[in-house]
């Protein structure tokens, strides 16, 4: 899947309602050389990314590719309830909230699937929130088991 950062940014000078370029660069907190660096070369820091759309409510989805719902459910456009609302979130979760996580090492599709994995926990079918939230719970749970090494097998004995 090709990302067209100068279409992300684009859909973030759209959506915040921002004059330019440099208006941008103000609220991902970069300079705007910075900015035009990241257009030029064809690649964002993923943090970058998830920070405008925490500020603006938008769909990660959408501020990527341009489709499906530009405004997270329930967020319809409320600038700066992105960032609290993952706090609550998290705190709700059972795990204390400090500071953003830094997600600049998420790839493109990493960010798509955990934006897709978002959807569906926040979608009001909360049956198949809680199976997602199992599912997660026990491959994480799993994924920390140390790994035993194999039994070796034993040479079969010639007489």
């Given at each position: ?26 609220v ?51 600038p ?76 079969p004995?010639?007489?």
């Amino acid at each position: 899947m090709g990302v067209s950062y100068s279409e992300i940014i684009e859909r973030m000078r759209w959506a915040g309602k921002l004059k330019n370029d440099s208006a941008v660069a103000r609220v991902l907190g970069v300079t705007p050389q910075a900015l035009s660096n990241y257009k030029k070369r064809g690649e964002m820091p993923t943090d970058l990314v998830l920070r405008f759309a925490n500020i603006y409510g938008l769909s990660v989805d959408w501020l990527i590719s341009g489709e499906g719902e530009m405004y997270r459910p329930g967020k319809g456009g409320e600038p700066g309830r992105g960032y609290m609302t993952a706090a609550e979130e998290t705190m709700m979760y059972g795990k204390e909230f400090t500071r953003a996580p830094d997600l600049s090492a998420l790839s493109p599709d990493e960010i798509i699937y955990v934006g897709k994995l978002l959807k569906i926990l926040r979608s009001p079918n909360k049956s198949t929130a809680a199976a997602i939230k199992y599912s997660v719970d026990a491959f994480l749970k799993a994924s920390e088991l140390p790994i035993e090494p194999e039994p070796e097998k034993e040479a079969p004995k010639n007489h």
